[in-house]
């Protein structure tokens, strides 16, 4: 149940900043990045699959479980969730759609601008010069057009920085919209975290939706126990004044 102070926020918003984290796509059966580590993976620590030390030291097995990752992914779809967003872009003056994941779902259900915090599953940089390149991702290693040197999944790493353009938007958006949604989000990763404080600080109403409460359920004005899949085609509903 939506409560009543929350929808009129956001028909009152000019601007409303939303944060999706992996929850958002578990009802589109994505593993978490933990649950991935299941089946032939089970056996791996995500610091030997997911750091430039594990690149280094093993790129071949780095892309094999890339490659497993982005085929799971290849055959899922967006849910509703992902599809109320895209639609909640065409019932507020301005919206903007800041992700954690790496699914590429958001932008699959048509959602026009998405800012990947972490990265895309489907790009790929060069190792050396640090650039998107465009390569086929089914050699055993894939390597950079231009340089020769190792091609890697476009993602962000552990104890690598956010892009700089992806935080400075992200920021501004927080600190300028009216209403903060967290969806689907342990809040627990920073800087991503830090957002919904940073809306608060700046007079913003925030919201999370979650089925489990989060450690920060006070810090929200409103928390929302339930699925993603659930809630957000009901607020979209509750926008368009259908009961
Ligand atoms: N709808 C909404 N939320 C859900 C649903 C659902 N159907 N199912 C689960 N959730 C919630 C869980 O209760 C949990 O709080 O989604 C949250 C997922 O939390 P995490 O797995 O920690 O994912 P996330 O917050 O995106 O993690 C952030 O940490 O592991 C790194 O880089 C990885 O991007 C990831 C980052």
Request: overall charge negative.
């Amino acid at each position: 149940m939506l409560p009543e102070p929350l929808l009129a926020a956001l028909r009152d918003a000019q601007h409303v900043c939303v944060l999706t984290g992996a929850g958002i796509s578990a009802e589109s059966g994505i593993p978490t990045f933990r649950e991935a580590q299941t089946g032939l993976w089970e056996n791996y620590d995500p610091m030997d699959l997911a750091t430039p030390e594990a690149f280094l030291r093993d790129p071949e097995l780095v892309w094999r479980w890339y490659r497993w990752r982005r085929d799971l992914v290849a055959e899922a779809e967006p849910n509703p969730g992902h599809r109320a967003l895209a639609e909640l872009e065409e019932l507020v003056p301005k919206l903007t759609l800041v992700t954690q994941n790496v699914d590429g779902l958001h932008a699959r259900a048509g959602s026009a601008d998405v800012i990947e915090f972490h990265g895309n599953l489907f790009a790929t940089r060069c190792f050396v010069e640090d650039c998107l390149v465009e390569v086929d991702t089914e050699a055993e290693i894939p390597r950079c057009p231009a340089c020769g040197g190792h091609a890697r999944p476009g993602v962000v790493w552990f104890g690598e920085a956010i892009p700089g353009q992806a935080l400075d938007r992200s920021f501004a958006a927080a600190r300028d919209c009216d209403v903060f949604l967290s969806i689907g989000t342990s809040s627990l990763v920073y800087p991503a975290a830090g957002l919904a404080e940073l809306a608060k600080n700046h007079g913003a109403v925030v919201a999370e939706v979650n089925p489990n409460p989060t450690g920060l359920a006070a810090f929200f004005d409103h928390a929302v126990a339930g699925n993603a899949g659930e809630v957000l085609p009901e607020l979209v509903s509750g926008l368009r004044g259908a009961p």
